[in-house]
């Protein structure tokens, strides 16, 4: 089963709600690796002794792993903290999350300054590149479980847009003009 994607409408009610365009505008997993955002599908049943999840972390340096329950009863400042996540930014780094349990959205911009909206579910797993302008939320469900990964520490830092000099977002802007060479796998 593959990830959902979507153009978003430019609606300013709940962020927690899908946000289709009426009529509804999906975008395609090529599409998604266009921008240089990677995905896969894993049983997250088991997550512990998986070793497709293995694989890719072997075959692309992710040593150090962490769990995150988001939720209001695990989160101190619970909307204050989902309001920095839905803060337009981008990282130095990938950003790396595998859904466990609950559901949420990630929002990525395509070349066209447009918002798509990406449905993350169980056993989604996907890797936003360095300097790709995102954000993320939890849907109306209020809940969800990420495996987050990382290449060495983890790293938080967030840049908020615009950040159209920092080295990442140039590096990135330089590959979407060359359009990524990345294979996405979905399963």
Request: net charge negative; aromatic share 12%; hydrophobic share 35%.
């Amino acid at each position: 089963m593959a990830i959902e994607a979507w153009f978003m409408d430019e609606s300013n009610e709940d962020q927690r709600l899908p946000h289709h365009r009426h009529p509804k505008e999906f975008v395609s997993l090529d599409h998604l690796a266009e921008l240089g955002v990677l995905y896969w599908h894993l049983n997250p049943d088991n997550y512990e002794n998986d070793e497709e999840l293995r694989k890719i972390r072997e075959a692309r340096g992710y040593n150090y792993m962490d769990l995150l329950d988001l939720c209001p009863e695990k989160v101190a400042n619970y909307e204050e903290k989902l309001k920095n996540f839905y803060t337009e930014h981008i990282h130095a780094d990938e950003e790396i999350r595998y859904c466990l349990e609950g559901s949420g959205y990630f929002d990525v911009r395509d070349k066209n300054d447009r918002w798509i909206r990406i449905g993350l579910k169980p056993g989604d797993l996907i890797v936003l590149p360095a300097g790709i302008y995102h954000r993320f939320t939890l849907d109306t469900s209020n809940y969800v479980k990420l495996m987050r990964l990382f290449v060495g520490e983890p790293v938080w830092t967030a840049y908020n847009r615009p950040q159209e000099n920092h080295p990442a977002r140039k590096q990135y802007v330089k590959g979407v003009a060359e359009k990524f060479s990345v294979a996405v796998e979905a399963h």
